[in-house]
Protein backbone atom coordinates (compact mmCIF):
# COMPACT_ATOMS: atom_id res chain seq x y z
CA UNK A 1 0.00 0.00 0.00
CA UNK A 2 1.19 3.71 -0.64
CA UNK A 3 0.46 4.65 2.77
CA UNK A 4 3.05 1.93 4.39
CA UNK A 5 6.18 1.31 3.35
CA UNK A 6 8.53 -1.51 3.79
CA UNK A 7 11.94 -2.87 2.86
CA UNK A 8 11.36 -5.71 0.73
CA UNK A 9 13.75 -8.37 1.23
CA UNK A 10 16.03 -9.24 4.79
CA UNK A 11 18.17 -12.40 5.60
CA UNK A 12 20.04 -13.71 8.43
CA UNK A 13 21.49 -16.40 9.43
CA UNK A 14 19.44 -18.76 12.01
CA UNK A 15 19.96 -17.72 15.61
CA UNK A 16 20.53 -13.93 14.63
CA UNK A 17 18.00 -11.28 15.41
CA UNK A 18 16.32 -10.09 12.72
CA UNK A 19 14.53 -6.02 12.56
CA UNK A 20 12.16 -5.39 10.01
CA UNK A 21 11.32 -1.65 9.71
CA UNK A 22 7.66 -0.23 8.25
CA UNK A 23 7.14 3.65 7.98
CA UNK A 24 2.90 4.58 7.37
CA UNK A 25 1.50 8.05 6.87
CA UNK A 26 -1.66 7.90 8.73
CA UNK A 27 -0.93 10.36 12.30
CA UNK A 28 -4.53 9.49 13.47
CA UNK A 29 -3.34 5.67 13.67
CA UNK A 30 -3.95 4.41 17.08
CA UNK A 31 -2.83 0.64 16.09
CA UNK A 32 -0.58 -0.49 14.17
CA UNK A 33 -0.09 -4.01 13.36
CA UNK A 34 2.07 -6.98 12.20
CA UNK A 35 1.23 -10.18 10.61
CA UNK A 36 3.16 -13.12 8.85
CA UNK A 37 2.29 -14.99 5.87
CA UNK A 38 3.99 -18.17 4.89
CA UNK A 39 4.00 -18.79 1.39
CA UNK A 40 0.58 -20.26 -0.21
CA UNK A 41 -1.25 -19.31 3.57
CA UNK A 42 -3.24 -16.78 5.22
CA UNK A 43 -2.29 -13.44 7.65
CA UNK A 44 -1.49 -14.66 10.94
CA UNK A 45 -1.90 -11.54 13.40
CA UNK A 46 1.45 -11.75 15.16
CA UNK A 47 0.99 -8.79 17.43
CA UNK A 48 -0.54 -4.91 17.39
CA UNK A 49 0.78 -1.77 19.49
CA UNK A 50 -1.34 1.16 20.74
CA UNK A 51 0.18 4.34 19.35
CA UNK A 52 0.85 6.17 22.48
CA UNK A 53 2.79 3.07 22.85
CA UNK A 54 6.91 2.76 22.55
CA UNK A 55 7.91 -0.80 22.95
CA UNK A 56 6.04 -3.75 22.68
CA UNK A 57 7.55 -7.25 23.73
CA UNK A 58 5.97 -10.75 23.29
CA UNK A 59 8.27 -13.79 23.87
CA UNK A 60 10.75 -13.19 20.56
CA UNK A 61 8.79 -10.36 19.42
CA UNK A 62 9.70 -6.79 19.85
CA UNK A 63 7.56 -3.91 18.81
CA UNK A 64 9.05 -0.54 18.78
CA UNK A 65 7.38 3.02 17.88
CA UNK A 66 9.06 6.33 16.92
CA UNK A 67 5.26 8.22 16.75
CA UNK A 68 7.42 11.51 15.79
CA UNK A 69 8.43 9.69 12.40
CA UNK A 70 5.84 6.95 11.86
CA UNK A 71 8.13 4.41 12.41
CA UNK A 72 7.32 0.67 13.37
CA UNK A 73 9.90 -1.92 13.49
CA UNK A 74 9.82 -5.67 14.13
CA UNK A 75 12.58 -7.18 15.75
CA UNK A 76 12.39 -11.21 15.67
CA UNK A 77 15.03 -12.65 18.33
CA UNK A 78 16.66 -15.90 18.06
CA UNK A 79 15.20 -16.46 14.16
CA UNK A 80 14.71 -19.77 13.36
CA UNK A 81 14.00 -21.50 9.83
CA UNK A 82 10.61 -21.46 10.56
CA UNK A 83 10.23 -17.74 10.50
CA UNK A 84 10.78 -17.66 6.99
CA UNK A 85 8.12 -15.68 5.42
CA UNK A 86 6.54 -12.25 4.56
CA UNK A 87 6.09 -9.85 7.27
CA UNK A 88 3.36 -7.15 6.61
CA UNK A 89 3.18 -4.04 9.00
CA UNK A 90 -0.73 -2.29 8.27
CA UNK A 91 -2.48 0.74 9.78
CA UNK A 92 -5.84 0.81 10.67
CA UNK A 93 -7.71 3.52 8.67
CA UNK A 94 -11.35 3.14 10.51
CA UNK A 95 -11.18 -0.47 10.92
CA UNK A 96 -9.83 -1.58 7.23
CA UNK A 97 -6.24 -2.88 7.24
CA UNK A 98 -3.76 -0.83 4.85
CA UNK A 99 -0.59 -3.04 4.60
CA UNK A 100 3.17 -2.59 3.28
CA UNK A 101 4.20 -3.78 0.71
CA UNK A 102 5.44 -6.80 3.11
CA UNK A 103 9.37 -7.78 3.93
CA UNK A 104 10.37 -10.99 2.75
CA UNK A 105 12.39 -12.96 5.77
CA UNK A 106 14.78 -15.38 4.61
CA UNK A 107 16.91 -17.18 7.34
CA UNK A 108 20.13 -19.29 6.60
CA UNK A 109 20.86 -22.35 8.76
CA UNK B 1 -9.51 -22.09 19.06
CA UNK B 2 -12.01 -21.87 15.74
CA UNK B 3 -10.84 -20.13 12.95
CA UNK B 4 -11.99 -18.35 9.97
CA UNK B 5 -13.17 -20.57 7.46
CA UNK B 6 -13.10 -20.10 3.56
CA UNK B 7 -14.51 -21.83 0.62
CA UNK B 8 -14.12 -23.33 -2.09
CA UNK B 9 -10.10 -23.17 -1.32
CA UNK B 10 -8.96 -22.80 -4.96
CA UNK B 11 -11.89 -22.01 -7.73
CA UNK B 12 -10.96 -21.90 -11.51
CA UNK B 13 -13.46 -19.86 -13.77
CA UNK B 14 -13.22 -18.74 -17.25
CA UNK B 15 -13.50 -15.11 -18.32
CA UNK B 16 -17.13 -13.68 -18.18
CA UNK B 17 -18.09 -16.39 -15.38
CA UNK B 18 -19.58 -15.68 -12.10
CA UNK B 19 -17.94 -16.92 -9.04
CA UNK B 20 -18.86 -16.84 -5.26
CA UNK B 21 -16.62 -16.94 -2.61
CA UNK B 22 -17.79 -17.62 1.63
CA UNK B 23 -16.47 -16.93 4.34
CA UNK B 24 -17.72 -17.79 7.87
CA UNK B 25 -16.36 -15.88 10.76
CA UNK B 26 -14.93 -16.97 13.88
CA UNK B 27 -18.03 -17.56 16.65
CA UNK B 28 -19.26 -14.38 17.82
CA UNK B 29 -17.21 -12.15 15.86
CA UNK B 30 -19.55 -9.61 14.37
CA UNK B 31 -17.46 -7.58 11.93
CA UNK B 32 -16.26 -9.13 8.32
CA UNK B 33 -13.31 -7.91 5.77
CA UNK B 34 -12.94 -8.86 2.45
CA UNK B 35 -9.29 -8.40 0.75
CA UNK B 36 -7.77 -9.24 -3.01
CA UNK B 37 -4.36 -10.69 -2.94
CA UNK B 38 -2.69 -9.98 -6.33
CA UNK B 39 0.71 -12.44 -6.66
CA UNK B 40 3.28 -10.57 -5.04
CA UNK B 41 1.12 -7.62 -3.48
CA UNK B 42 0.00 -6.64 -0.68
CA UNK B 43 -3.65 -7.16 0.24
CA UNK B 44 -6.00 -4.51 -0.69
CA UNK B 45 -9.31 -3.95 1.52
CA UNK B 46 -12.48 -4.37 -0.27
CA UNK B 47 -15.56 -4.34 1.73
CA UNK B 48 -16.43 -4.57 5.22
CA UNK B 49 -19.76 -5.79 7.32
CA UNK B 50 -20.85 -5.06 10.36
CA UNK B 51 -23.83 -6.90 11.92
CA UNK B 52 -24.84 -7.18 8.20
CA UNK B 53 -24.78 -3.57 7.14
CA UNK B 54 -21.94 -2.63 5.01
CA UNK B 55 -19.66 -0.33 6.78
CA UNK B 56 -16.84 0.31 4.70
CA UNK B 57 -15.83 -0.05 1.06
CA UNK B 58 -12.33 0.13 -0.48
CA UNK B 59 -11.80 -0.91 -4.34
CA UNK B 60 -13.73 -2.98 -5.15
CA UNK B 61 -15.38 -3.51 -8.90
CA UNK B 62 -18.62 -2.76 -9.37
CA UNK B 63 -18.59 -6.33 -10.66
CA UNK B 64 -18.40 -7.63 -7.26
CA UNK B 65 -20.99 -7.30 -4.62
CA UNK B 66 -20.63 -8.84 -1.19
CA UNK B 67 -23.40 -9.08 1.65
CA UNK B 68 -23.48 -10.43 5.37
CA UNK B 69 -26.40 -12.74 6.42
CA UNK B 70 -28.50 -13.11 9.69
CA UNK B 71 -25.55 -15.75 10.70
CA UNK B 72 -22.80 -13.57 10.08
CA UNK B 73 -21.50 -15.29 7.42
CA UNK B 74 -20.31 -13.88 4.28
CA UNK B 75 -20.68 -14.14 0.71
CA UNK B 76 -18.43 -12.20 -2.22
CA UNK B 77 -20.19 -12.56 -5.47
CA UNK B 78 -18.47 -12.13 -8.70
CA UNK B 79 -19.41 -11.34 -12.14
CA UNK B 80 -18.55 -10.72 -15.78
CA UNK B 81 -14.55 -12.32 -14.41
CA UNK B 82 -11.61 -10.84 -15.92
CA UNK B 83 -7.97 -12.34 -15.94
CA UNK B 84 -7.18 -9.78 -13.41
CA UNK B 85 -9.19 -10.77 -11.05
CA UNK B 86 -7.58 -13.89 -10.67
CA UNK B 87 -6.08 -13.70 -6.94
CA UNK B 88 -5.87 -14.77 -3.23
CA UNK B 89 -9.15 -13.65 -1.62
CA UNK B 90 -9.13 -13.65 2.21
CA UNK B 91 -11.74 -13.14 4.76
CA UNK B 92 -11.11 -11.90 7.86
CA UNK B 93 -13.10 -11.72 10.88
CA UNK B 94 -13.25 -9.44 14.35
CA UNK B 95 -15.23 -8.47 17.35
CA UNK B 96 -15.91 -5.34 17.49
CA UNK B 97 -15.58 -3.90 21.27
CA UNK B 98 -17.68 -0.40 22.28
CA UNK B 99 -15.46 2.43 22.61
CA UNK B 100 -11.91 0.69 20.96
CA UNK B 101 -10.30 1.71 17.91
CA UNK B 102 -8.63 -2.29 18.02
CA UNK B 103 -9.34 -3.70 14.86
CA UNK B 104 -7.51 -7.55 15.75
CA UNK B 105 -8.37 -8.80 12.51
CA UNK B 106 -7.73 -12.83 11.80
CA UNK B 107 -7.49 -14.14 8.65
CA UNK B 108 -9.00 -17.28 6.97
CA UNK B 109 -6.53 -19.56 4.67
CA UNK B 110 -8.18 -17.69 1.79
CA UNK B 111 -9.74 -18.55 -1.80
CA UNK B 112 -7.76 -18.83 -4.90
CA UNK B 113 -9.21 -17.94 -8.14
CA UNK B 114 -7.50 -18.33 -11.43
CA UNK B 115 -9.55 -16.67 -14.29
CA UNK B 116 -8.84 -18.23 -17.56
Known amino acids: GEDVEQSLFLSVREGDSSVINCTYT??????LYWYKQEPGAGLQLLTYIFSNMDMKQDQRLTVLLNKKDKHLSLRIADTQTGDSAIYFC?????????FGQGTELSVKP | AAGVIQSPRHLIKEKRETATLKCYPIPRHDTVYWYQQGPGQDPQFLIS???????DKGSIPDRFSAQQFSDYHSELNMSSLELGDSALYFC???????????????FGPGTRLTVT
Open chain 1, 90 to 98: AESQGGKLI
Open chain 2, 92 to 106: ASSLRLAGSRLYEQY
Open chain 2, 49 to 55: FYEKMQS
Open chain 1, 26 to 31: DSSSTY
